[in-house]
């Protein structure tokens, strides 16, 4: 959890923070080495962000409300009204904890759950929600608290421009945004565990090693904006949306905040601190607490407030935290790759799987830094946020091996030995580890079902239905609690409420647009319509922006006029278009399109923002819709008829 008391940014404050922040590493140092710092006990802890969502599965901004309503301290505030966080107690690493930890965190489900509901809304827990989209990404949605907007405003300012998002997986995406809320797609399971300070640096390197497994096992998120992308897409979503490297950074390679690290930890976390602090600017300031040794004089110990606000700022996939609890400081490491969801049960098997790959590892590898490069470190995290259970990885000594082959042969029967050591519960270890196993052996993580589901609805609809109904179902089976390798894939016949799909132009345009220039022959567009059976095409100049329309009626009024006799082929689209065509914007409702085509008495309308062409609706697009609805309408008043007649049938029978 992110301090929230920031101050507004300027050089004086600027200055000032860093001085603090400088202190606030000495300080630490100073307690290392005096032994000031917690030792010989493991805890393990959470965070669980989530989505709250309306009843038509879209973003609900209501987080505010719903934190009033539950007026409980573990729930607190991210970055979008949409999204909340829970933060879990620490607990000992043993005995019943992750049943511990699972009670906790359903209590705290339920209590949220129920909050949300008095606003309209439920919980979600998922990577990314399918059903965002990009206009839900606006500072009128960003959370009213002073550490969101000074966020913002220190990325950008950083940056010195817009923010450029390019993630290409089986489609592909590339948009620019004005501000960080694309950053609010995400959420996530963030595993912390407690260690010692003597041996953070192996702690820390194993931690760097086992990610690429475990997100491997993990990934969900393979779905942005409807583009099948990375099977967990936040990991390149969150390094595009908090991008603050300025142009000569960029061209200098300079690292970026949202990071896998460039080398092995070497000696202490102080190291860590200490790259952090000398790369990376601050984008948010705090007022300096009072100076850690003087707290440290009295006896008490220091929150190093803010070392801690830097750190916040630098969103490294494992991140060193210093904390203090019940008075005593501590170090812990916070694992940030997993995603929330798809369940309850999915997430603690995961924690269970990590706990028990920390607590085994470094004494059955040794110095992972001496069996492993770091560059295999890296590559295997990012092959298995692309391609989950199927990357395959540099392991050991730089064998390759399979992700699913690692995790059965190796890692499991590892990490069980570690939880047994710790003498966490067998029934536990029974219980997770085999959801772990079976997620494997399945091959069916939540990212493999998303988009086997959305494959076997086979286009059926407008996409957002599908997206939706991808939605719901998860929404359902995660309140089933049955883990993800369990659940059938959603089917072409459940593709859900048409109804909902067609509110909106831009719910159901149609984005696969084939274009022309001014310039280009019409013969070029001619042959388009003819090859693609389409009957509209759209011009744009060479900036984008759309400047006029070819129809089919063109055409025809060019052949009926004869002026196509004398040079058809020389005919530029400049001189036959219609220019400055009627547009709609994606939000136009869908009632308002209709009416505005009849009006018009036109056979299309071009869905524009910013000047830029998005999408077509045309004549056929309302015809299927109808068409559609027409059905689901007659088939919701033919089942009551079929049942009367199946009644009577069976009282003359037994008449």
């Not at 008490?300 to 935290?321: D, F, G, I, K, Q």
């Not at 609805?457 to 883990?483: F, V, Y």
């Not at 089919?552 to 006029?561: C, E, G, P, Q, T």
């Not at 209709?594 to 309302?622: A, K, N």
């Amino acid at each position: 959890m992110g301090e929230h008391n920031v101050e507004e940014f300027d050089q004086e404050k600027s200055q000032a923070f860093m001085k603090a922040v400088l202190n606030d590493l000495r300080a630490l140092a100073f307690m290392l080495e005096t032994g000031l710092v917690e030792s010989g006990v493991r805890r393990i802890g959470a965070e669980q962000e989530m989505f709250l969502v309306d009843h038509d599965l879209r973003p609900a901004p209501v987080a505010q409300e719903v934190l009033q309503h539950a007026n409980d301290p573990r729930l607190t505030t991210e970055i979008a009204r949409f999204n909340l966080e829970a933060n879990l107690t620490p607990l000992s690493l043993n005995g019943d904890c992750f049943t511990q930890m699972r009670g906790e965190l359903d209590a705290l489900i339920t209590k949220t759950t129920a909050s949300a509901k008095t606003m309209n809304a439920d919980v979600l827990l998922a990577g990314i929600l399918p059903t965002l989209q990009k206009s839900d990404l606006t500072l009128d949605n960003l959370t009213p608290v002073a550490r969101y907007h000074e966020l913002d405003r220190g990325v950008i300012r950083l940056r010195g421009g817009p923010l450029s998002i390019h993630i290409k997986g089986l489609d592909e995406l590339q948009i620019t945004h004005d501000n960080i809320m694309m950053e609010s797609c995400n959420t996530s399971f963030q595993i912390h565990f407690q260690t010692n300070p003597a041996e953070f640096a192996a702690y820390y390197n194993m931690a760097q090693a086992i990610t690429a497994p475990l997100l491997a096992v993990a990934v969900n998120s393979p779905l942005l904006f409807g583009n099948r992308l990375w099977q967990e897409t936040r990991v390149a979503l969150f390094q595009h949306s908090t991008d603050a490297r300025s142009r000569p950074q960029l061209a200098r390679s300079h690292p970026t905040r949202v990071s896998f690290g460039e080398n092995w930890l070497e000696h202490s976390v102080i190291a860590l601190f200490h790259e952090q602090v000398s790369r990376f600017r601050p984008i948010m300031i705090t007022q300096p607490d009072e100076d850690p040794f003087q707290v440290l004089a009295r006896g008490e110990v220091p929150r190093l407030s803010a070392l801690c606000m830097h750190n916040s700022t630098v969103w490294r996939w494992n991140r060193a935290c210093y904390g203090v609890l019940n008075g005593v400081a501590h170090l812990r490491i916070e694992n940030r790759a997993l995603p929330a969801g798809p369940t309850i049960v999915d997430e603690i098997a995961n924690t269970v799987f990590f706990a028990g790959l920390m607590l085994s590892l470094p004494q059955a590898y040794g110095d992972i830094s001496k069996r492993m490069t770091f560059d295999d470190a890296k590559s295997n995290f990012f092959r298995a946020a692309r391609h989950g259970l199927d990357a395959q990885f540099n392991w050991l000594d730089g064998k390759a091996v399979s992700a699913p082959s690692l995790v059965l042969d190796q890692l499991l029967p590892l990490a069980r030995q570690g939880l047994e050591t710790a003498k966490v519960e067998a029934a536990d270890i029974q219980k997770y580890l085999g959801v772990i196993e079976a997620r494997v052996r399945s091959r069916q993580t939540g990212a493999r079902w998303l988009l086997k589901s959305l494959a076997a609805m086979d286009q059926t609809g407008p996409k957002e239905i599908r997206l939706r109904q991808l939605t719901a179902t998860m929404l359902a089976s995660q309140k089933k609690g049955h883990p993800v390798h369990t659940w059938p894939e959603v089917k072409k016949s459940e593709a859900g409420n048409w109804e909902q799909g067609y509110r909106t132009v831009g719910q159901f345009m149609s984005t696969d647009l084939f274009t022309v220039q001014p310039g280009d022959l019409i013969d070029l567009a001619a042959s388009m319509m003819d090859w693609r059976h389409i009957r509209h095409v759209p011009v744009e100049n060479e900036a984008g922006h759309l400047v006029g329309l070819i129809t089919h009626r063109n055409l025809l009024r060019l052949v009926s006029s004869g002026s196509h006799e004398k040079n058809f082929k020389a005919i530029t689209v400049r001189e036959v278009m219609v220019p400055n065509p009627v547009t709609v914007s994606p939000s136009t409702p869908t009632l308002e399109a209709i009416r505005l085509m009849r009006e018009q008495r036109i056979g299309c309308l071009l869905v524009v923002e910013d000047r830029q062409l998005l999408g077509i609706v045309t004549s056929y697009d309302f015809l299927d819709a109808s068409a559609q609805l027409f059905q689901q309408h007659l088939t919701a008043v033919d089942k009551p008829v079929k049942a009367r007649a199946v009644g009577q049938n069976r009282f003359q029978e037994s008449a």
